[in-house]
C-alpha cells in the first residue's frame, strides 16, 4: 500500500456532515489549510485521511496544489457520449426560433449505426478525457443512438469500458423504421434488446414525453420500465422536458432513482418530489435550456420546497453538446437562483445521490479518492469565471 499527502489546500469542500470543524455552512464541509492522505491499496484509491494540513499524518508522497481550493470531482450523471455524427447546424437553426422535438434523433441514429466500434470507442475516449479535464471523476453513460438490437448492445459495451453507470436507453424514441407500429418497437425494447443490453447495463431509462411524436407515452413508459426492473436493472427517466407531462408522477410512483430535464413541474409534481425527497432526485439539466431556448426550471423553489437536486450535463449531440459540469454551475447559479454552494452540492453530493453511490460525491474516509483541483482559492471562483478551465481532476499517484 502506498500514501499520498494532498496538501497547501487552501479551501477543501468536503461534503461530509460530521467532519470535526468543518463549517458545514450550505453542507459544504469546508475547511481551510487543509490536508487529505489518500490510500491506493484496493481497486480504486481512497481517503484515509481529512484534516488541518498541521495535523497531517506522514505518507509515503506528497502532492502539494500551492493554495487551490479541492472539491469533490464532479459527478455527470446524465450523459449521451455514445454517438458519431454532426448536428451543429440543427443548433444553429435553434437559435434562430426552430423548435426542438426530439426529431433529431434520428440524425445522430444513421450516423452512430454507420460508425465502427473503434471509431465510437475513440470518440466516447475523447469525451471522456474532456471532461476529466474539467473535474468530472464519474460519467453515467446512456445508450440510445442506436435504436436497434445489435447497436444498442454494442453502445453498452463500449460504454462499459469507461464508467461502470451505464444506462440502456432503448426507448429514447421510436426509430424511422418502427414509426407505423410503435407497439411492435416497445415489445422488441422490452423483449429481445432488453435482452440483449442488459448484462452490459445497470440502469434503464425511458424519454416520456407525451409532447413529443417520436417519445412515448406513459403506459409505453411504464412497460419499458417494469421490464427492465424484472431484468435486474435500476430506473430512470427523462420527463418533464418539453411541456407538462406523467414523467414525475410515474418516477415517483415507481421509485426511480432521478427523474431528469423537470423543466415543467405542476405543483403536484413538486409535492411529490418533496415526498420522495429520500429516494428520487429530480435531476437539472441548465446546459439544455441554454441551448434550446427553453425555459429554466425553478431550482430555488425546487431547494426551498425540499425536493432533491442534481446537476448535470446531459452531453449529447442534439441539445447541449457541453461536457462542463463546472459551466453547468454557473448557468444554476445565474438562471435557476441557486447559490454557488447549493449548485457545487448538486454538482457532486447531488449527483452520487441520483446515482445511488455513497462512495462519490464526498470527500471523507472510506469515500473514493475522487478530488478535483481548482486554479482558484475559493469553490466560489466556478460560478463567478464562467467559462475559464479552472478545474481538473487530480490524480493522487503520478509523481
Same mark, same amino acid.
Given at each position: 500500500? *502506498?500514501?499520498?499527502?494532498?496538501?497547501?489546500?487552501?479551501?477543501?469542500?468536503?461534503?461530509?456532515?460530521?467532519?470535526?470543524?468543518?463549517?458545514?455552512?450550505?453542507?459544504?464541509?469546508?475547511?481551510?489549510?487543509?490536508?487529505?492522505?489518500?490510500?491506493?491499496?484496493?481497486?480504486?484509491?481512497?481517503?484515509?485521511?481529512?484534516?488541518?494540513?498541521?495535523?497531517?499524518?506522514?505518507?509515503?508522497?506528497?502532492?502539494?496544489?500551492?493554495?487551490?481550493?479541492?472539491?469533490?470531482?464532479?459527478?455527470?450523471?446524465?450523459?449521451?457520449?455514445?454517438?458519431?455524427?454532426?448536428?451543429?447546424?440543427?443548433?444553429?437553426?435553434?437559435?434562430?426560433?426552430?423548435?426542438?422535438?426530439?426529431?433529431?434523433?434520428?440524425?445522430?441514429?444513421?450516423?452512430?449505426?454507420?460508425?465502427?466500434?473503434?471509431?465510437?470507442?475513440?470518440?466516447?475516449?475523447?469525451?471522456?478525457? @474532456?471532461?476529466?479535464?474539467?473535474?468530472? *471523476?464519474?460519467?453515467?453513460?446512456?445508450?440510445?443512438?442506436?435504436?436497434?438490437?445489435?447497436?444498442?448492445?454494442?453502445?453498452?459495451?463500449?460504454?462499459?469500458?469507461?464508467?461502470? @453507470? %451505464?444506462?440502456?436507453?432503448?426507448?429514447?424514441?421510436?426509430?424511422? @423504421?418502427?414509426?407505423?407500429?410503435?407497439?411492435?418497437?416497445?415489445?422488441?425494447?422490452?423483449?429481445?434488446?432488453?435482452?440483449? =443490453?442488459?448484462?452490459?447495463?445497470?440502469?434503464?431509462?425511458?424519454? =416520456?414525453?407525451?409532447?413529443?411524436?417520436?417519445?412515448?407515452?406513459?403506459?409505453?413508459?411504464?412497460?419499458?420500465?417494469?421490464?427492465?426492473?424484472?431484468?435486474?436493472?435500476?430506473?430512470?427517466?427523462?420527463?418533464?422536458?418539453?411541456?407538462?407531462?406523467?414523467?414525475?408522477?410515474?418516477?415517483?410512483?415507481?421509485?426511480?432513482?432521478?427523474?431528469?430535464?423537470?423543466?415543467?413541474?405542476?405543483?403536484?409534481?413538486?409535492?411529490?418530489?418533496?415526498?420522495?425527497?429520500?429516494?428520487?432526485?429530480?435531476?437539472?439539466?441548465?446546459?439544455?435550456?441554454?441551448?434550446?431556448?427553453?425555459?429554466?426550471?425553478?431550482?430555488?423553489?425546487?431547494?426551498?420546497?425540499?425536493?432533491?437536486?442534481?446537476?448535470? %450535463?446531459?452531453?449529447?449531440?442534439? *441539445?447541449?453538446?457541453?461536457?462542463?459540469?463546472?459551466?453547468?454551475?454557473?448557468?444554476?447559479?445565474? @438562471?435557476?437562483?441557486?447559490?454557488?454552494?447549493?449548485?457545487?452540492?448538486?454538482?457532486?453530493?447531488?449527483?452520487?445521490?441520483?446515482?445511488?453511490?455513497?462512495?462519490?460525491?464526498?470527500?471523507?474516509?472510506?469515500?473514493?479518492?475522487?478530488?478535483?483541483?481548482?486554479?482558484?482559492?475559493?469553490?466560489?471562483?466556478?460560478?463567478?469565471?464562467?467559462?475559464?478551465?479552472?478545474?481538473?481532476?487530480?490524480?493522487?499517484?503520478?509523481?
Amino acid at each position: 500500500m *502506498t500514501t499520498t499527502l494532498v496538501s497547501g489546500i487552501a479551501e477543501l469542500v468536503t461534503n461530509d456532515p460530521h467532519l470535526e470543524g468543518a463549517d458545514q455552512g450550505e453542507g459544504l464541509g469546508l475547511l481551510r489549510d487543509a490536508a487529505v492522505v489518500i490510500s491506493d491499496d484496493g481497486d480504486h484509491p481512497t481517503v484515509q485521511w481529512v484534516g488541518p494540513e498541521g495535523r497531517a499524518p506522514q505518507a509515503d508522497r506528497k502532492v502539494d496544489v500551492e493554495g487551490r481550493a479541492v472539491i469533490p470531482g464532479f459527478v455527470d450523471s446524465h450523459s449521451h457520449l455514445v454517438f458519431a455524427g454532426d448536428r451543429s447546424a440543427e443548433f444553429a437553426a435553434r437559435m434562430t426560433g426552430q423548435p426542438y422535438d426530439g426529431g433529431g434523433i434520428a440524425v445522430t441514429m444513421a450516423a452512430t449505426r454507420a460508425a465502427t466500434d473503434d471509431e465510437l470507442r475513440r470518440l466516447v475516449a475523447d469525451r471522456v478525457e @474532456e471532461m476529466r479535464a474539467q473535474g468530472t *471523476t464519474t460519467v453515467e453513460i446512456k445508450s440510445g443512438y442506436g435504436l436497434d438490437t445489435d447497436n444498442e448492445a454494442r453502445a453498452l459495451r463500449i460504454a462499459r469500458e469507461f464508467t461502470e @453507470e %451505464t444506462t440502456f436507453l432503448g426507448a429514447h424514441v421510436v426509430p424511422p @423504421e418502427a414509426r407505423e407500429d410503435r407497439d411492435a418497437y416497445v415489445r422488441l425494447v422490452t423483449g429481445p434488446m432488453l435482452d440483449a =443490453c442488459a448484462p452490459h447495463a445497470r440502469w434503464i431509462d425511458v424519454f =416520456c414525453e407525451p409532447n413529443s411524436a417520436h417519445a412515448f407515452t406513459e403506459e409505453e413508459s411504464r412497460r419499458v420500465l417494469q421490464a427492465g426492473r424484472a431484468k435486474g436493472l435500476e430506473l430512470r427517466l427523462h420527463g418533464n422536458q418539453l411541456g407538462h407531462g406523467p414523467g414525475v408522477q410515474l418516477a415517483v410512483e415507481l421509485g426511480a432513482a432521478s427523474i431528469d430535464h423537470c423543466t415543467y413541474l405542476s405543483d403536484r409534481d413538486v409535492e411529490a418530489l418533496v415526498g420522495a425527497a429520500d429516494t428520487t432526485v429530480a435531476t437539472l439539466l441548465p446546459g439544455v435550456e441554454f441551448s434550446t431556448r427553453s425555459p429554466y426550471p425553478d431550482g430555488r423553489a425546487l431547494i426551498d420546497a425540499g425536493v432533491s437536486i442534481a446537476l448535470a %450535463t446531459d452531453c449529447n449531440p442534439g *441539445t447541449c453538446y457541453s461536457s462542463s459540469m463546472p459551466l453547468v454551475i454557473a448557468l444554476a447559479v445565474r @438562471e435557476m437562483g441557486l447559490t454557488p454552494g447549493e449548485a457545487l452540492r448538486a454538482a457532486t453530493a447531488g449527483a452520487a445521490k441520483a446515482l445511488r453511490r455513497n462512495d462519490i460525491g464526498w470527500i471523507g474516509v472510506g469515500s473514493r479518492a475522487d478530488l478535483t483541483v481548482l486554479a482558484a482559492p475559493s469553490y466560489l471562483h466556478l460560478p463567478y469565471r464562467p467559462g475559464v478551465p479552472i478545474a481538473f481532476a487530480l490524480d493522487p499517484t503520478a509523481a
